[in-house]
């Protein structure tokens, strides 16, 4: 069965404070790995697909980069507004079915 | 571009009872997903639809039934309501056209079983 584990659960930084999430996986054969954003109370927004080791994308202070058996989201240099859980999700080829991690809560103090 | 949208907002119902989630997916969608997400977790998937039909479905039973219509909205049924069943239910359209497809979520239906 797939399984996605992100860490760590919660993260506190200072503003300007770069740092890394991780997301570690196991899936049989790859289709796809997904980064999203969650404020409270709402849908997750989509930030970054992922489809093969060594392919990295970014977005304003955003960069995600991805393995064979883990992704990374680095946030430089962050603002109070990048505040909010970030959930991974893998999709394994073949299946629709899509599977999301715990998420990672990051607060970026002033 | 018109984006995914979800009725109701919040909703409270009893123990035992019957609900209808609806959703409208984002305008050039032809796939709908359905997951739970419990307060401090992920989302859950619980199946999705594509082409009116039911094409993968999570680890949810029968009781969680769903429907997507020719425009490509959708509905989730749950029958015989459990306080488990509190959660936030999200709906994502997508269009499956291609490789693995990026989804857009609606902001979700808050619903409480009392």
């Known amino acids: 069965e797939d399984q996605v584990t992100q860490s760590p659960e919660a993260l506190r930084l200072q503003e300007g404070e770069s740092s890394s999430l991780n997301c570690s996986y196991t899936v049989s054969g790859l289709r796809g790995l997904f980064w999203y954003r969650q404020d409270p109370g709402k849908g997750p927004e989509f930030l970054f697909t992922?489809?093969?080791a060594g392919e990295e994308k970014e977005k304003e202070r955003l960069k995600a980069t991805l393995t064979k058996k883990e992704s990374f989201l680095h946030i430089t240099a962050p603002k109070p507004e990048d505040s909010a859980t970030y959930l991974c999700a893998v999709q394994e080829g073949g299946y629709q079915k899509v599977t999301f991690g715990i998420g990672t809560k990051l607060q970026v103090i002033p | 571009e018109t984006g995914v949208t979800q009725s109701p907002t919040h909703l409270i119902k009893t123990r035992g009872q019957q609900v209808t989630l609806r959703c409208s997916s984002q305008?050039?969608?032809?796939?709908v997903s359905w997951y739970q997400q419990a307060l401090g977790q992920g989302p859950q998937f619980i199946f999705q639809?594509?082409?009116?039909?039911?094409?993968g479905r999570g680890n949810f039973p029968p009781r969680f039934s769903g429907l997507q219509f020719p425009n490509y909205s959708s509905e989730l049924n749950v029958n015989a309501l459990e306080l488990d069943d509190s959660a936030l239910y999200l709906c994502a359209s997508s269009d499956r056209t291609g490789g693995p497809h990026e989804q857009y979520f609606g902001p979700g239906t808050r619903l409480t079983v009392t």
């Open positions: 992922l489809y093969s």
């Open positions: 305008s050039g969608h032809n796939t």
């Open positions: 639809y594509y082409r009116e039909e039911e094409n």
